[in-house]
């Protein structure tokens, strides 16, 4: 696996993106894949919460007949949490400062996430 390819990928949402401040890639069993995050955040962690965050919107998504899960947004006091469906294995997690504009993170990360499925096919 390429994890230069993913590392630049999540470096470049988080340098288009105002606001945004730390990403990454899990599997979705929770296993961090790749990161791109600050020293004083604990990825491994985060990647396991997304996981949990993912397995139930996807299993709500289901359960109320709306299509197919495409992500989950937390706001939260001091800033924002996306965790995005990468794929049937992956998820991407992007985290934001109150100044996160959710539109435009919406609009960028969709190529991200076809070009980082992408890479993580290749295994």
Do not use: K, N
């Not at 990928?9 to 993106?17: D, F, G, I, M």
């Not at 945004?20 to 004083?40: F, K, Q, S, W």
């Amino acid at each position: 696996m390429d994890y230069d390819a993913l590392t630049a990928e999540l470096c470049s949402l988080r340098e288009r993106v105002s606001g945004v401040t730390d990403t990454l890639v899990a599997a979705i069993d929770g296993l961090l894949i790749a990161a791109d995050t600050a020293p004083t955040l604990d990825p491994e962690g985060v990647s396991a919460l997304a996981a949990a965050d993912l397995g139930l919107a996807r299993r709500t998504t289901a359960a109320i007949g709306q299509g197919t899960f495409r992500q989950t947004v937390v706001h939260s006091s001091g800033g924002y949490m996306a965790v995005y469906a990468v794929g049937p294995m992956a998820l991407m997690v992007v985290l934001g400062d109150e100044g996160l504009d959710v539109h435009r993170l919406h609009l960028e990360s969709q190529p991200v996430i076809e070009r980082i499925d992408s890479i993580l096919s290749t295994l």
